[in-house]
């Protein structure tokens, strides 16, 4: 039947989801999944392994961004670790992207006073000259001060944006700054500025810049950008306050075009159903800053730790559980190229997610439309309270970054949410290091993850049909 | 009686305590001097003036390291301030320095796998080659252990202390580590080490060094050495476990001699005793990492605040309060300029104290030998406990790194305790920026410094005398 169905995904994906409708009635019953779920579970909040994984990572690799030669470390890595865990299939699956590479960076006050300001280049900067970008500022409190700045208001200027980041338990604050990066640099070039520095998105208070990727827009001039610390930022503002402010600007970041990356990839092959895939996952690469520990050793870890617990049970679920460290997420590559060599089968993927939110713990599962309220979500919600966590009526909205692309080709995805109130103090800054991740916090995370993968790989869910009930 | 005081006092110093009991009969009604005392104190309570001091100071000038251009402009702010805040006798005392300037400083793993290390050099460190020192690291858990290493068992490394700092209330973990900082870099040299690092003697876990001074021995080479981050410290501990761990070290400091300095001085003369007087103050002078803030930028802010008050009272209490605003506090010059030029009058100083221990409540003072329990000691108790602090009835040992040669000369001291809970989780950083300053906690301490400066200013209590009772 699975190869029928897959067949059929492929001919006729746009209907995949009434099609891939499967019989419940031959699945294990509810009483036995929920009690392996619940060992299961247990059995993650004393296991070691999830956090020896991303100790190891972020001690003997440490940072690895994509690109280079540590991210390549990085993968041989995690090849010889997913083998000696026991995942079958073992591989990684190459592409290109093209790599940015931070080089020296430096930011100066040099009137009224000089002072230094701790920056950081944004992913995908262009460099200044060598000698640097010395300017007066323009700086404006919000970016939408920016955005009502008229054309040609800022020739000559470096744009300054402070606006704050709202501190928020499910990362919202995050989204609805993140123009502020990605799209800032060109705004403030289509009016005229020669450089940009915005406010770090980030909810602490150390001198320690958040950096991130920006995207250049065609029709501006590509200027070199920047990320304050968030005491420098304040500083600026109470500065310009009392009169003009020159800075000087030097970064010299290069790129390296067709670089090359990996998706690494292990299974539990299922053991009635191997062609149906429950796809978790983090992403191996990171920024340059820290050693990527919460963003993303600790997601990597969690998914790692989750799939190793039920490769080890007696016996294997039906479906294959595929677990994906994604190559280059920091860059916006490695989702698209995993779903571009994985068009055969989209439809043969049951659900999809990617841990990619720290290494706190789940509060909170949102699934794919309609199944909050099914047998499933119900059996799930028995199984993940014990573990501290609910489930969240509200639909998954994105499944991660990596998943983004799968889901437009119909893949169903899931949000495992982790408590990230403090998940912008270091997100994208030097200090996301290790001694940051609390181990019983991982291991909650590992727990729920586990549960909910078991669960899907056990059980006949459905997701897609249960999207589209039958009228 | 004074000039008698004084001219007996330089005559016979060592007997001085004796010889300056005064009578109390004569001095204004204790119940008048706590009613002034409390309303100074809830006056201070809602005064804007300090946190606006080291506003200015943090954000006008920055960074002011002493012997450094900066520092002079800290002066020519500082003057200006005093003057317009109505402080009498505002001048500066020149001294000169060893300057010690900070060049690059960069560390690097780079076996087994190139990891870049966050550090900070050492106050007073010399400098690497402009190539750097590589060398593979010795590394010890703790400083007795580096201690225990035999001479020439160093040889050619780079030995590392890792040692923990621990958090106390009372800052007494600093002290109690302090010379892992101070005396290491030698201990290291003298068994045959081309380099040293520690752990950061700090209390966070940030990606941000701890810098300080050092102090080389005159029996040892003297060797580069730097402060890891302690997030980089533990990186450190675990790669060593694993197996031998290389680092490249590059450290270009420069050194300037008999660069200038100024102890800031600003008075409020006294009504009836002008020549005794009680001496307060703080550090001007910072290190170059952050904008000095909580270490000194607070501590001068709450002597000029409580200071300030007592000088705008309708009547100024009969003793004078002399502001004096340290110049070179970090690298431990500005104590002893400011005794040696103070020989002559040492016996009019009735007490000093310095407050520099960051921007947090006062929660006890203590005060100098016999004098808590004392009439004074009383109606202090009564005047401070209305603001959340409590009289210690142990007396204070140190008055401050710049009390510390007036103290050897015989002037009493004072301790106000400040809440140092989180005082090393930045000091001596980048992270030492104004938005570490809470404005309440802040005026609570320029309420009971403000409270305990004009008790000593506006009454007859001699210090000297409570010391020695009488038999």
């Avoid at 099609?19 to 929920?34: H, K």
């Avoid at 500025?193 to 590509?222: E, Q, W």
């Avoid at 005491?231 to 600007?249: C, M, S, T, Y």
């Avoid at 982790?418 to 727990?447: E, S």
């Amino acid at each position: 039947m699975v190869k029928l169905l897959r067949l059929f995904a492929v001919a006729a994906a746009l209907a995949a989801s009434a099609a891939a409708t499967m019989a419940t009635a031959d699945g294990p019953p509810p009483e036995a999944l929920a009690a392996a779920a619940s060992g299961l579970g247990q059995k993650a909040l004393n296991d070691p392994a999830a956090f020896d994984f991303v100790a190891s990572l972020t001690t003997e690799i440490g940072q690895r961004l994509a690109g280079t030669d540590a991210h390549r470390r990085a993968v041989t890595w995690a090849e010889a670790r997913l083998k000696a865990a026991g995942f079958d299939n073992v591989h990684s699956e190459p592409f290109t992207l093209r790599a940015w590479i931070r080089g020296t960076e430096s930011a100066d006050i040099v009137a009224p006073v000089p002072q230094h300001l701790a920056i950081t280049t944004l992913g995908g900067s262009v460099a200044t000259d060598a000698e640097g970008i010395e300017a007066e500022i323009a700086l404006f409190h919000s970016y939408d001060e920016l955005l009502a700045a008229a054309p040609g208001s800022l020739t000559g200027k470096i744009a300054v944006v402070t606006q704050r980041m709202v501190r928020a338990q499910d990362g919202s604050g995050y989204g609805a700054a993140n123009a502020i990066r990605r799209a800032g640099p060109s705004e403030a070039a289509k009016r005229g500025a020669v450089a940009y520095l915005l406010r770090s998105l980030g909810t602490d208070s150390h001198r320690l810049p958040h950096t991130g990727a920006l995207n250049y827009m065609d029709n501006a001039p590509r200027i070199p950008a920047a990320a304050l610390a968030i005491p420098d930022a304040e500083q600026l503002e109470r500065l310009a306050a009392l009169g003009p402010v020159r800075i000087k600007l030097v970064l010299t970041p290069t790129v390296a075009d067709n670089a090359p990356s990996w998706n690494v990839v292990g299974e539990v092959r299922g053991s009635e159903r191997p062609d149906e895939i429950v796809l978790i996952g983090g992403h191996l690469d990171s920024w340059d800053l820290g050693t990527g520990a919460t963003d993303d050793g600790a997601g990597v870890a969690i998914a790692f730790g989750a799939a190793r617990l039920i490769a080890a049970l007696p016996q294997r679920p039906r479906r294959t559980i595929r677990l994906v460290l994604f190559g280059a997420e920091e860059m916006d590559f490695s989702g698209a190229a995993y779903a571009g060599a994985h068009q055969a089968e989209t439809a043969g993927i049951v659900v999809a997610g990617e841990a990619d939110f720290g290494a706190r713990n789940v509060y909170a599962i949102q699934l794919p439309p309609g199944a909050a309220p099914s047998d499933f979500g119900q059996l799930l919600q028995r199984a993940i309270a014990p573990l501290g966590a609910i489930l969240d009526r509200r639909a998954a909205l994105g499944g991660g970054d990596d998943i983004r692309d799968l889901q437009k080709a119909g893949v169903p995805a899931i949000s495992l949410r982790q408590d990230g109130m403090d998940y912008f103090d270091i997100h994208h800054t030097a200090d996301d290091t290790l001694d940051k991740i609390d181990p019983r916090q991982l291991n909650q995370a590992v727990a729920v993850w586990s549960v909910f993968t078991y669960l899907a790989a056990a059980s006949d869910v459905d997701f897609r049909s249960l999207a589209t009930p039958a009228k």
